[in-house]
């Protein structure tokens, strides 16, 4: 399948190198190509599988777009990508809405009545929006076999059914398992209030390389 | 030990039963104690070891006082308990900040810069809170071992390290295993803001006995 991933930070890069190694055609949207690979030039040399590109290259390019954005940056970036490039397109949304301006633990800049996932929804309403993966770690997201075996679960919710089905294929060729489906994108307010919690048990464990199974 | 339960509702009622059974001497306190004893005569018959007593009677017996009211009569509850009652005291503090005006799921009155086991924090100064419980339901709070076998986490914070250790030991009596000190009380916005997620999960699972395992 094509994909575009959006967002070439360490997240970013992870996962879109990912998807190639389990067989994508994968490009990596960025605002500046020449000034993101300079930046990060030994990477993308072992990489050569993952094609840097515009932002509207990348969100053209694919036939499920990843959302790995910061979520300061995400409607700006989306922007950026263009809606035409993301109509009718799986966009799985990764990011959560930090505000760093306190320190750390960030607090939520959007939350309790709305989400991010719903704000990025109504801004391009011909998109399908699924969140997932924002409750984890890079690590975790791309290589969840690698904790517990992958007994752990996987949160997402999304408005159109069979957006989450695409989108819930792809996450198991990553080898999730346990991926519980929680109902529309309003739900997406509980996946980034997370956030409050993982980034204080983050704090306390000392790693990032650690999720929730939910027991039930 | 004395334990004096604040908090009639079901999961106050079950919190009492379940100390009582593991040999504490055990208080539950009400505004009105003939009114409460009116309203669910049969649990109150049947659980004769279960002493109905006032809030501040409650708060004076108990060595430790266990909040389980609800969030937004916490604070009231404890007034009517008394400063004095609960000075130098552990209080466990199970209530959540759940703000059902707008119907279900709940939004939270309080969240993200604060919580409102902090806010009883600051108004009993001389009380030693620690936020633990609050992110289970009665089945699950009492008898952590009837789902999977006890194999899920309990996080608990707060700032004085000997009463979560004594919080702890207590919990520990009713079958918990793996409990998670987050650290001081500020944790607490963590703890408290995943109900919601909880409310979520338990809209779509269909039941409250279900909890996560923290996976490290």
Redesign the interface.
């Known amino acids: 399948m094509r994909i575009g991933v959006l967002g070439t930070g360490a997240a970013g890069r992870a996962l879109a190198a990912r998807f190639a190694e389990v067989g994508h055609d994968v490009a990596l949207g960025t605002r500046e190509v020449d000034a993101t690979r300079a930046k990060e030039e030994a990477w993308y040399d072992g990489h050569p599988e993952v094609r840097l590109a515009t932002q509207a290259e990348a969100a053209a390019h694919g036939e499920i777009v990843v959302n790995v954005c910061s979520g300061a940056g995400t409607l700006a970036a989306l922007a950026n990508a263009g809606a035409s490039n993301l109509a009718g397109k799986v966009l799985v949304d990764v990011s959560n809405p930090l505000d760093f301006s306190q320190g750390f ?1 960030p ?2 800049f959007v ?3 709305d989400s991010l996932a719903e704000r990025v929804q109504r801004e391009f309403p011909e998109t399908r929006v699924v969140k997932a993966l924002n409750m984890v770690a890079n690590e975790v997201m791309t290589h969840p076999l690698d ?2 075996g992958g ?2 679960t996987l ?1 997402i919710s999304g408005n159109d059914e069979q957006a989450k089905s695409v989108a819930s294929g792809l996450l198991r060729e990553l080898g999730w398992a346990d991926i ?4 529309d994108l309003s ?1 997406a ?3 980034e ?2 956030m ?2 993982w ?3 983050y ?3 000392g790693h990032v ?8």
């Open positions: 633990p607090t939520l939350k309790d009545t904790l517990a007994d752990h949160l519980f489906d929680l109902g739900n307010r509980g996946q209030m997370w409050a919690l980034t204080r048990l704090r306390k464990i390389n650690f999720n929730i199974k939910l027991v039930r």
